[in-house]
């Protein structure tokens, strides 16, 4: 069982940063692949990026790619996301989840593959 609290949200002009943080409550972080999604209002959840167990890989969507940058802290059992340059079409409901992963290289980027969710931090970016 993994259970994920995500914090660090809140409301940034455009052009801003912000900096989320996922603090996972697990007894081995290392087995787990991470991600981070979002859902804005009025449309489907979708994947903002994705890092390996280790760390070593990342992927992001197109749609963020050279903005945020995603990087995990396999001590302190915590995984962040750091948004650059934000749009207000980034304002979305931002979710951390969690993804068992037998492949340690391994970077998933599909809702189905994870299997454990925080309960989301809203971010709002003003034009």
């Known amino acids: 069982q993994v259970q994920l609290v995500e914090s660090g949200g809140g409301l940034v002009q455009a052009g801003g940063s912000l900096s989320l943080s996922c603090a996972a409550a697990?007894?081995?972080?290392?087995?787990?692949?991470m991600g981070w999604f979002r859902q804005a209002p009025g449309k489907e959840p979708e994947f903002v990026a994705g890092?390996?167990?280790?760390?070593?890989?990342?992927y992001y969507s197109d749609s963020v790619k050279g903005r945020f940058t995603i990087a995990r802290d396999n001590a302190k059992n915590t995984a962040y996301l750091q948004m650059f340059s934000l749009k207000p079409e980034d304002t979305a409901v931002y979710y951390c989840?969690?993804?068992?992963?037998?492949?340690?290289?391994?970077?998933?980027?599909?809702?189905?593959?994870?299997?454990?969710w925080g309960q989301g931090t809203q971010v709002t970016v003003s034009s």
């Open positions: 697990v007894r081995t972080f290392t087995n787990y692949a």
């Open positions: 989840a969690a993804a068992n992963s037998l492949i340690g290289s391994r970077v998933y980027t599909e809702r189905h593959e994870y299997s454990y």
């Open positions: 890092i390996s167990r280790s760390g070593g890989m990342t």
